[in-house]
Nanobody, 119 residues
Framework: VQLQASGGGLVQAGGSLRLSCAAS??????MGWYRQAPGKQRDLVAVITAVGGSTHYAGSVKGRFTISRDNAKNTVYLQMNSLNPEDTAVYYC???????????????WGQGTLVTVSS
């Protein structure tokens, strides 16, 4: 199983970025994004289900970030708008490997991509 994240970078406050994460090697259920700022724990940003595309967001990003996925490509996206310096962090994608019945087996993580928002 591999998760390859991309799309991070440096952006000014108020700007936008789009992260992508391509998963391969298995069947995946929930996919999501987490972030970890320096000296802080890794927190959930957003998650999306495989069937139906239901989403859940952290309160701090609701209305600014949008998570989506392309099941045919096993790829999850995070569109980030109205970025502010508090969004600066390493962003990690996650994917839950499931069996053919959809039962969760194991969570995998991407390598992380740095997002830096300047004021």
């Amino acid at each position: 199983v591999q998760l390859q994240a991309s799309g991070g970078g440096l952006v000014q406050a108020g700007g936008s970025l789009r992260l992508s994460c391509a998963a391969s090697g298995s069947i995946f259920g929930n996919m999501g994004w987490y972030r970890q700022a320096p000296g802080k724990q890794r927190d959930l940003v957003a998650v999306i289900t495989a069937v139906g595309g239901s989403t859940h967001y952290a309160g701090s990003v609701k209305g600014r970030f949008t998570i989506s996925r392309d099941n045919a490509k096993n790829t999850v996206y995070l569109q980030m708008n109205s970025l502010n310096p508090e969004d600066t962090a390493v962003y990690y994608c996650s994917a839950v490997r499931v069996d053919r019945k959809g039962e969760p087996l194991q969570t995998y993580w991407g390598q992380g991509t740095l997002v830096t928002v300047s004021s």
